[in-house]
């Protein structure tokens, strides 16, 4: 009999198939899970994934597949692989492989083919696969010849990893039937440096003139499992250090020098203090638009400061943001030999240690104050349905929830090694304000591509990576409906996660755009919505539906509690007020012109 779950894999020249080849390869990248759905159009090479120790997690769709190989990619550091039935299977991947693209997760995207006999033909379920994902993947292999199946395979996952991004390999369906003497490649991991030895003196010397520097943690301090690295420099310039856009797990909150994230809803501490930078490091950041745009009624960015920014993708660096120097090399070894060239060295900023310590303290207290004390928002709008929804009654009978109080509410009984995962809209943007973390490889959210539907598969795919940690995903009711149905897969296949649905029955965010510029002229922003906790119950779950802000703190802490001990999934529905937040930016939009007379009042 067969060594059944052998993860070793066939050395030197060998006679097999493509399949076998295709598993093999897998099996030298260390691949043990793969998100998707059947289909025949790979059955011969998911025959022997089993035998090679590989489990295939069926998932209800696609998309939720590719959205699972990305959560399960940013917790493990290593590929996440999704793959599916020609045609229809993989074109519902593509906003999951965008989402990937802009997040820098290196899944690997599998793509099978229309049959080379009858390619072109118009033939069931055939398109052109390599187009779709074109705008999304560090690089597309095809495989042009059975033989050439495990080159192609090794070289889409050895990108992935180099290129930090998605790549397609694209096999044509019968290409994994025949025979050939092939080699299993050895898998090629990249050694990052630290950058060029000028880039990295022009940035000490910088540095040591520095009289404010402020550090900015990015997403490529997590990448390179640099927290440790970016401390040290932190702690040797004694500088505040702000989290990058959507990057709140790049710093540890607790820190006397973390100041929280910029950007969106971000913190006003990390605002108000890199605005006083006259140096700033933007470690493992492409400083994106997102996350240096004004927020809170402040232009924060620095105008005058020197930056320094360090990417391990060179097309990064000066891109966005006008830069004094550009290191390209890898977040941890560029912050060590900075601090290296630091150490020992007489700094301008030594002498103000105190003083600058006393304002990251003073700032972030006002900051925390701020918050305890925002319990609602307080434009004419939120006020008006405040109003309407004290008159109002939810489900069960109770009273409907300021967000801002719920979040703070969850933010207090989050579990520690929490990871958490949001979703796109109104209140998932404002919980930016309350998401604190320890450690890296804890947040995730959709990044630039923005998409809804996002947040619970890519927390299902983060469980399957970390399984002894807690998993929390936000949705609003909108993005929810988007990706409910992932419910199923937790239940089947014993993937305990909980979800907490924000259930304000509308799509909030654009229906903030309809209050600021059009008036109040709500077109399709409402929604209708039936309890999502019957419906989670309905599928296998648990449920549980909150409308009573002293049970949102105790209705975490009993899902997590379920979900850890007794390996159940739970949706918490929060019913919600229709109160919106204050939008990110409002230059996206002008105010209405209309010229005909019939749209005369519609300004």
């Known amino acids: ?62 998309q939720g597949a590719g959205h699972m ?73 095809h495989v042009t010849h059975p033989g050439r199946m495990a080159e192609y395979t090794g070289r889409c996952f050895d990108r992935a990893l180099s290129e930090m991004g998605p790549t397609q390999l694209n096999i044509p369906r019968d290409y994994f039937y025949g025979e050939s003497v092939c080699e299993i490649p050895k898998p090629s991991r990249l050694d990052r440096g630290a950058g060029g030895e000028q880039s990295l003196n022009e940035a000490a010397d910088l540095l040591a003139e520095a009289k404010f520097p402020v550090i900015i943690s990015g997403g490529g301090v997590v990448m390179a499992d640099a927290v440790e690295e970016c401390k040290a420099l932190a702690e040797r310039l004694n500088a505040p250090v702000v989290n990058s856009y959507l990057h709140n797990d790049s710093f540890p909150a607790s820190h006397e020098l973390w100041c929280g994230p910029l950007g969106y809803q971000g913190s006003k501490a990390a605002m108000k203090l890199i605005a006083q930078a006259d140096v700033v490091v933007a470690l493992g950041s492409r400083l994106g638009p997102f996350g240096t745009l004004p927020q809170h009624g402040m232009d924060y960015w620095p105008k005058d400061a020197k930056i320094i920014q360090i990417d391990a993708d060179n097309k990064m660096l000066g891109l966005v943001k006008k830069i004094s120097v550009g290191i390209c090399g890898d977040a941890k070894a560029a912050a060590v030999a900075l601090t290296d060239r ?47 929804n004290a008159e109002e009654t939810p489900f069960s009978g109770g009273e409907y929830l300021h967000p801002r109080q719920v979040l703070r509410e969850l933010e207090k009984a989050m579990p520690e090694d929490v990871m958490v995962s949001t979703d796109i809209g109104n209140i998932n943007s404002i919980a930016n304000s309350y998401l604190r973390f320890e450690k890296p490889r804890s947040f995730f959210a959709a990044m630039s591509f923005g998409n809804c539907g996002y947040a619970f598969p890519t927390i299902i795919g983060a469980k399957v990576a970390a399984p002894h940690r807690p998993a929390i995903s936000y949705a609003g009711d909108g993005a929810w409906g988007m990706s409910l149905m992932e419910t199923m897969t937790c239940v089947r296949h014993d993937i305990p996660v909980t979800a907490v649905v924000f259930h304000n029955r509308q799509w909030g965010a654009e229906k903030k755009n309809q209050v600021d510029f059009y008036d109040r002229r709500f077109v399709a922003g409402e929604l209708d919505n039936q309890s999502f906790a019957e419906i989670a119950r309905a599928m296998g779950a648990e449920g549980i539906t909150v409308d009573r802000l002293e049970d949102v703190g105790p209705a975490l802490k009993k899902a997590v509690d379920m979900q850890m001990n007794e390996g159940k999934t739970t949706i918490i529905e929060i019913m919600c007020t229709r109160e919106l937040g204050d939008p990110f930016r409002r230059d996206a939009l002008s105010t209405p012109v209309r010229h005909l007379d019939k749209y005369k009042d519609f300004v």
Not at 88 to 110: D, E, K, L, R
């Open 1 to 62: 009999m067969s060594n059944v779950n052998d993860r070793s894999y066939v050395q030197g020249p060998a006679k097999m198939t493509p399949s076998e080849a295709f598993v093999e390869t897998m099996v030298a990248n260390d691949v043990t899970n793969i998100f998707g759905i059947m289909g025949s159009a790979f059955m011969d090479a998911m025959d022997i994934f089993a035998p090679a120790g590989i489990r295939l997690i069926p998932v209800v769709h696609e």
């Open 69 to 141: 190989a990305d959560g399960y990619s940013r917790v493990s550091g290593t590929h996440g692989v999704v793959i599916g039935q020609n045609g229809p299977g993989i074109s519902n991947c593509v906003t999951a492989i965008a989402a990937a693209y802009w997040a820098h997760s290196p899944v690997v995207i599998v793509t099978p083919e229309t049959g080379t006999t009858t390619m072109g033909l118009g033939g069931f379920q055939e398109c052109n696969q390599l187009p779709m994902f074109q705008e999304f993947t560090k690089y597309q292999g």
């Open 342 to 388: 630091l150490s020992g060295r007489t700094l301008a900023c030594d002498a103000t240690v105190a003083e600058r310590k006393d304002k990251v303290a003073t700032e972030k207290a006002a900051w925390e104050k701020e918050l305890d004390e925002w319990t609602h928002e307080k434009d004419a709008f939120s006020l008006d349905m405040i109003k309407e």
